[in-house]
């Protein structure tokens, strides 16, 4: 609920016409509400378990000893998505992939860098919510892949705003959950890696192709279906265990959080 309401008043105070540094000074607190994952999981982990558990929170962004073929699936799979998509919208007509529509690397990478440090982007805002404190909890109490449809309703419902706003169309929501299934795979098959998801958050905004009209509505679909189908193809590969094992990581989150939190 809080970025149905915070964002509103931020935008509001920023263009009220208040002299700059008051209007940012009075809606800097309702701005930094808006990434609600992040701020709620290390409230929520500062106010159970102190210290030890936000340290156990953000150690994840320290699982970085996960293979190389973990680090290709994040930094390589989300452009893949976001390319094929663009060779096949060429079956209607629509121009090549090419640096003119996607934009040059420098400005790709500028893009990415960016991702990675904005707090109110989804990599950021997001990641220490959904994988960091959300998903070992609810693989606590339910199968790795029931757990991330729940996550993925969770998850759905929070970008209802942005549907709301116009932002967001509402069949991306689809593509929502097939992320959500992926995330947690890769989540899990890296032992609880941060690192890993958040790369692999970062790394699918970063392609956009600059269509329009009906261009863009027919790239949209097909990119939502690759999503799908590669987040189906995982599940039936995967199972209810979705790359989980037993990990220390998730024993350490039992042993930090008191069990009348986990249950």
């Known amino acids: 609920m809080l970025p149905w309401i915070c964002a509103p008043i931020a935008d509001g105070l920023f263009y009220s016409g208040l002299p700059t540094l008051l209007a940012v000074a009075l809606a800097l607190p309702f701005e930094i509400m808006v990434a609600s994952p992040l701020v709620a999981a290390l409230i929520v982990s500062a106010v159970i378990g102190g210290r030890t558990a936000v340290a156990g929170l953000l150690r994840g962004f320290l699982r970085w000893r996960t293979g190389w073929r973990w680090y290709a699936v994040a930094l390589v799979l989300p ?4 390319i094929l998509p663009a060779y096949l919208n060429m079956l209607w007509d629509a121009p090549a992939p090419s640096t003119a529509l996607f934009g040059s690397v420098g400005a790709l990478l500028s893009l990415f860098a960016v991702r990675l440090v904005n707090p109110w982007d989804g990599p950021l805002s997001e990641e220490v919510g959904w994988r960091g404190f959300a998903l070992p909890r609810l693989q606590q109490r339910y199968s790795a892949l029931t757990a ?12 209802l705003r942005l549907v709301a706003s116009g932002d967001l169309p509402a069949v991306a929501l689809i ?3 097939a992320a959500t299934i992926l995330f947690g ?3 899990n098959s890296t032992n609880g890696s941060l690192l890993l998801v958040y790369l692999f958050h970062a790394t699918d905004g970063v392609l956009k192709p600059d269509y329009s009209g009906v261009d863009a509505t027919h790239y949209l679909w097909l990119k939502i279906a690759l999503w799908a189908l590669v987040a189906a193809g995982v599940a039936a590969y995967s199972g209810r265990t979705l790359g989980s094992t037993t990990s220390r990581s998730f024993r350490r989150i039992a042993e930090i959080v008191p069990p009348k939190i986990i249950q």
């Open 185 to 187: 795979w890769l989540y």
């Open 148 to 159: 991330n449809l729940i996550l993925a309703g969770i998850v759905m419902t929070w970008h």
């Open 79 to 82: 452009p893949a998505l976001a």
């Open 175 to 177: 593509g929502t959950l």
